[in-house]
């Protein structure tokens, strides 16, 4: 998060900066909180206050008489804020590269797929993430086929995203089956509002053609409720997934989705053999806020990608692989 806004920082000047400065620095770099608090003032027609800024570098001094000057917040600098961060979002999550989601990737798909028979069973990924990372990575590999809710259906401007994928998948024989739900969208991801259908494109801003093309995203929010698709496809295959599963493998996710974390919940009370996995440096710390049965969750306190000795993460995700499946396997 902290690179990410030392980027954006780069990109805007003027009072844009100076109002994101000033909310920065009430919430820490939290972008979440962020872009929470700028929804809640552009929503406000009356928006129009002035904060006092002073200069750097300039002892305290009485308020009448210290050095600074007035910013004047307006429904429309809001705005402006607003779209930068959602501009830098796009470039931040635009560029892949391959080999480096070949050598992350690739070792945890090994240690799960050695695990759970193919013939019988495919992997469900649930990605709050904004990159095409898990498409590159199977882009080129016969090994593997990847089901990401596009129809295929003849060239780039006839192939969209049908929640009827899902519906309709099966296995591929001799394949390792992926099936991808991004949660909150793609940078890749556009609406066409005339035929409202969503195509890939480029990852490119919508803002300069808002009228015709929309990005299909769930901007950062503490509060994310979806409601419309492909947003309610995923979260919904999330939750009935969830309701039949016997791990589900968390990495790096900080669960303030609280759509997403509710729907867990009730899986959890659902479904007394799901036992969740939470592969993160700080995962005894979100065990203890997720107020989840302590019982059905356990750490897995490793950095995704980092493997250090013989106590790694991917040690510890095959310990947990074999102790919570019992699938057969072919000869």
Known sequence: MADFVSKLMKQVHGDNRQLL???LK?????????MEELETLSKLDYTRTSVFIPYPDQKPQPMSGQPGQLLEITTGLVGEVQSNIKHQIIREYRDIDENSVTECYGPIFDAIFESVSREKYCLPIFTTNYD?????????????????????????????????????FALKPKKRNIVLFKMHGSVDWMLETQSDRIGRSFPMY????????????????????????????????????????????????????????????????????LKLALLSPDANKLLENLQLPQKQVEPLPFRFGEPKGSNDYLSAIRLTLSDQLSYDFPP
């Not at 009430?26 to 962020?34: F, H, N, T, Y």
């Not at 990575?137 to 060239?155: I, Q, R």
């Not at 808002?210 to 698709?229: C, F, H, Q, S, W």
Request: net charge negative.
């Open 21 to 23: 400065e000033i909310l």
């Open 26 to 34: 009430a919430r820490k770099p939290d972008l979440e909180v962020v």
């Open 132 to 168: 095409s990372a898990i498409e590159v990575f199977c882009a080129d590999k016969e090994d593997y086929a990847l089901t990401d809710g596009f129809t295929g259906a003849g060239g780039f401007r006839r192939d969209h995203w049908s929640g009827n994928t899902f519906a309709s």
């Open 206 to 273: 919508d803002a300069l053609e808002e009228g015709r093309y929309k990005n299909v995203l769930i901007y950062p929010a503490m509060n994310k409720v979806a409601t419309n698709d492909p947003y309610f496809t995923a979260y919904n295959y999330y939750a009935r997934c969830a309701d039949q599963a016997k791990l589900c493998l968390t990495i790096g996710y900080s669960f303030r989705d609280y759509d997403a974390l509710s729907r867990l919940r009730g899986s959890m009370l659902l479904n007394n053999a």
